[in-house]
């Protein structure tokens, strides 16, 4: 994994939450419960993150 990139994953279901927060983890290019995303680290990246970060967790 090079220094630039994060590696994201999707903890919580996405059933009950908000619409725009589901959008958010979509954008991510998460689909499915624990499904992993490499992307880029970004400052739009790290906003993203931050707003489903009870849905989400960053891992090494």
Not at 36 to 58: C, F, H, Q, W
């Amino acid at each position: 994994m090079s220094s630039n990139q994060i590696k994201v994953k999707l903890v919580k279901s996405l059933i009950g939450t908000n619409e725009a927060h589901r959008a958010t983890v979509r954008g991510l290019g998460l689909r499915r419960l624990n499904s992993v995303s490499m992307l880029e680290d970004t400052p739009a990246v790290r906003g993203m993150i931050n707003k489903v970060s009870y849905l989400v967790k960053v891992v090494s």
